[in-house]
């Protein structure tokens, strides 16, 4: 059995950076437990007062692209910077990912070592749906527990840089150089969330070409709208072996909160992150009950795969299941 | 008072392509009243068998592309192929669009005044979040009145393009020559949607700027990550005055058509997205009984501002809600 706190003791521990105890409390938020999220939410309310200011960073990039060791480096040299960095990591169906994840973070061995550092695998057996806010809680409890900057990164599958993105500041692409062959693997709709994209393993051999793929994907860019920020994404090069390059993204994120942070799009953003999380617990938890319903679940299982193939309209569906749904809990 | 037929009344109208049943029965589709909207439930149902047969288009570009002459020329295009054609329009916020979608209906004369073409107005004074289902009911009905051609124009407001995506075979994307400057007003994530771009007013002292825009754009696309159907978009250029490349866009469609029913991408995107109108129905219907609920209401009113201000934590307030509907609909 998992030994638990009260209240009292998650919130002093995290607050004085006791990274056991924080450790403890994202586990009690990610738990399966009724009384275990309860306590979890009661905790991110007390410690809400002392979140929001760190700089909070999602990345992504397709598998291969250097994801963790770009992490252990960027991390690095944010700890040189005098800043301390919490890394976390989204991912939906960590049973698909094989192991990958776990992986990568005891790869991460350098930044581990440092106690500016804290580095938190993505949790496993998770519910669908239940991540996102999961994740949202851990990074607020590593803001109260007084981390800088929070790099949170998406390992691509289902909805999670979606996800991501709805959670940071700065969403950032990493991506190889080339002929643009390896963005096959680069989801659509990605490129137009990233806030700044990175040539990757800018290093040797590869220097030329990430320099002319650089050049190549900033003139393809202008041709694409801006976002609403107005902010135009750099694309930079960059290497996690020779370090060349990693500055320059720091200094790109911190011109935009800058710049973000006087036109009032960074807290604007931030209050459209938190009304979109109210909706997605609301759906979340109202999908939940919904979906756990006996009569619910027989009728969906049973009729499902007759909307898939087009014998019975959804809307119709819809429209039984909510009926079952009601009509048995107003009894 | 408006009059109501029977099931069978409304399905023989329908299914005979009576065009003043079609409309009564859309218009049942679009209803407030719950008696009307079981009805068209049952309407859809009994009709699903008759539908699926035609080639779904969703067409979006920014507003001053031409989206209306594009839809009445191009159509005007397809009958002479032989097709008839069924004009939808998708707006889920009537009210701050000035009327300016009336007024393009009423400009597409030519097309209207042809026997084989059949034009809806897009509905007005419509709830957010329910009109993604009036439409597609719309368009099923459309297809059980043998139309073989359903064109969707969005608006651009909202999630528009998002749902029209999400029920078309084909999403079309207008624009204008120029540096650029033209696409501030597209949104992002727009032209990653696009199965086709096309290159709006292309007469006149527009054409050979329009000619370096197809080129400009088709290069910077090849750089963009391919769908997973294989299908690289094609920038093509048009003008509805001079009807040139008109049939150009008609054969990249069938194109596209042909590729995908024989990859069986057609029928599986189709699938994937009948799944998705479920769960959109069920969300819809889910909230509605939810936000309805005064409880929720007044609790929501009263802490919704605290959420976006960073003083309630959105899984606290979204637990409480959930709390509160659930244990009065038990009672």
Chains 1, 2 share one sequence.
Request: hydrophobic content about 40%; aromatic content about 6%.
């Amino acid at each position: 059995m998992r030994k638990r706190f009260t209240l009292e003791e998650y919130k002093e521990g995290v607050l004085a950076g006791d990274r056991t105890k924080l450790s403890q409390a994202i586990t009690l938020a990610e738990s399966a437990l009724e009384s275990d999220l309860a306590l979890a939410s009661d905790l991110v309310q007390e410690l809400l007062p002392y979140t929001g200011k760190s700089i909070r960073i999602g990345i992504t990039g397709v598998p291969g692209v250097g994801k963790s060791t770009f992490i252990e480096a960027f991390g690095k040299l944010l700890l040189e910077q005098g800043k301390s960095v919490a890394v976390l990591a989204v991912d939906p169906s960590s049973k698909k990912s094989k192991g990958s994840i776990l992986g990568d973070k005891t790869r991460m061995e350098n930044l581990a070592s440092d106690n500016r550092a804290f580095i938190r695998p993505s949790p496993t057996g998770t519910t669908l749906g239940g991540v996102s806010s999961k994740t949202r809680e851990a990074m607020l409890l590593c803001e109260a527990a007084g981390f800088d900057v929070i790099l949170i990164e998406t390992v691509g599958v289902g909805q999670s840089e979606t996800t991501v993105k709805g959670m940071v500041d700065f969403f950032l692409l990493l991506m190889l150089s080339g002929a643009g062959d390896e963005l096959q693997g680069i989801k659509k709709g990605i490129m137009e969330m990233a806030d700044g994209l990175v040539i990757h393993k800018a290093d040797g051999d590869n220097l030329a070409n990430a320099k002319k793929a650089k050049s190549t994907y900033s003139n393809a860019l202008h041709l694409f709208p801006l976002a609403e920020n107005n902010w135009s994404p750099p694309v930079l090069i960059a290497s996690s072996l020779t370090k060349e390059g990693l500055i320059e993204i720091w200094e790109m994120v911190q011109q935009y909160t800058d710049q973000m942070q006087s036109s009032g799009f960074w807290e604007s953003n931030r209050a459209e992150q938190r009304l979109n999380w109210l909706d997605e617990n609301l759906q979340f938890l109202l999908g939940k009950f919904f979906l756990e319903h006996e009569q619910v679940q027989e009728m969906l299982c049973q009729n499902r795969n007759r909307v898939e193939n087009g014998e019975l309209s959804p809307l119709s569906l819809a429209r039984d299941l909510i009926t079952t749904f009601f009509n048995s809990t107003k009894n």
